[in-house]
């Protein structure tokens, strides 16, 4: 058996495994009902346009605003519809907007006579569009590389302190039981947020947001490369840090730098979103990149050539700690007799084929 057939034969494992994961089926619901209800509720919540009861005369301006209009003979007619409640307003002589208990203003819009609006920003995002996609961005990327990094991790764990893993590596190659937790890890994470992207763009579809579905497309378009080399990153750390330790219960060790190389790029693009020459720099450091690029390319921030340039350097800090991360891995897999440190681990790998 060679290096692809057992990475791919450990991958398949891995992923099989994960698929009859009650945590990772529950957190999958969990996410896609997010993504659900917060695209498609805003819209539900929002109701559909007034019905209106008026006479004729007074229908074409509030049909032309798109409300639903009730035809009736006077204003008597009207009144007696609201009250019995066929209509949530009434437009009689004067002209006089009658409504039980709260004023509908979509009617009394359409009654006004509105002033001529010349927008000189016009292609400005709306500002809680502006907060909530680096938001979304930031917490994808946070949630799927901590709650798939530490899988990989604890998977680590369990074998070593079960002692499978000396028969795993009598049987595959030690990158190739590496690469395999990786690859699994990844197209997990990849699935995991295709299928919350589909539910999410099912309910903008239904809500009618297509100018922010234009918005998005270019952003999340590169999300998808900068995500995938940002969690291979992220994911070979933790695989390093799993490898360090024998016990689950002495993760939370090692694994300190791990949550803050994630943690705090987090924080750092929710808050500083609006500060553009912090989030130019943030576009380009390796942690920060995979949500830091997408939004500056989501509010038109970002010149045509930063994407790629920003993509080049993620692809070199992520080959970067893939390598190193697996010398520590193999340096310090088959040690079983405690905490191993980081430097006995880079200077004693072992060379198991």
């Known amino acids: 058996m060679n290096t692809l057939q057992a990475t791919r034969l450990v991958a398949a494992r ?39 009861a008026v006479t004729e005369r007074a229908a074409e301006p509030l049909r032309a605003a798109g409300l639903e209009v009730r035809v009736v003979a006077d204003d008597r007619a009207a009144e007696q519809a609201v009250h019995d409640g066929d209509v ?51 917490f994808i990327f946070f949630v799927t590389s901590q709650g ?87 994911a070979a750390m933790w695989a390093a ?19 803050l190389t994630v943690m705090l790029p987090f924080f750092a693009v929710i808050f500083l979103h609006d500060n553009t020459p912090a989030m130019r720099v943030l576009s380009y450091l390796p942690f920060s990149a995979p949500t830091a690029m997408p939004l500056r390319l989501f509010t038109g921030d970002a010149a045509a050539w930063e994407p790629v340039v920003a993509l080049v350097l993620l692809l070199a800090a992520a080959a970067g700690f893939l390598l190193a991360g697996a010398r520590v891995y193999e340096g310090a897999l088959l040690r079983t007799n405690g905490r191993t440190s980081i430097r006995t681990a880079w200077r004693s790998r072992e060379t198991v084929a």
């Open 14 to 52: 891995e992923i099989r495994v994960k698929l009859r994961d009650r945590t990772f089926l529950i957190s999958t619901v969990f996410f896609l009902l997010l993504a659900a209800a917060g695209t498609i509720l805003p819209a539900v919540l929002a109701g559909g346009p007034s019905s209106v």
């Open 88 to 138: 949530d307003a009434a437009v009689v002589t004067g002209p006089t907007v009658l409504a039980m208990d709260d004023a509908p203003d979509d009617v009394v819009t359409a009654l006004s006579s509105r002033p001529e609006v010349r927008l000189l920003n016009p292609d400005a995002v709306d500002p809680a569009v502006a907060f909530l996609v680096p938001f979304a961005f930031a």
């Open 148 to 234: 798939f990094g530490v899988q990989i991790a604890q998977s680590i764990i369990e074998e070593k302190q079960t002692r499978i893993v000396e028969i795993l590596v009598a049987a595959v190659p030690v990158r190739a039981l590496l690469a395999g937790k990786l690859v699994a890890g990844t197209l997990l994470a990849l699935g995991q947020i295709a299928l919350v992207a589909l539910v999410a763009l099912a309910g903008m579809t239904f809500g009618d947001d297509s100018g922010l579905l234009s918005l998005l497309a270019p952003a999340i378009g590169w999300f998808v490369p900068f995500f995938l080399l940002g969690f291979v990153l992220i």
């Open 241 to 259: 840090a799993g490898a360090l330790v024998n016990r689950l219960e002495d993760i939370g060790g090692v694994s300190m730098p791990v949550q």
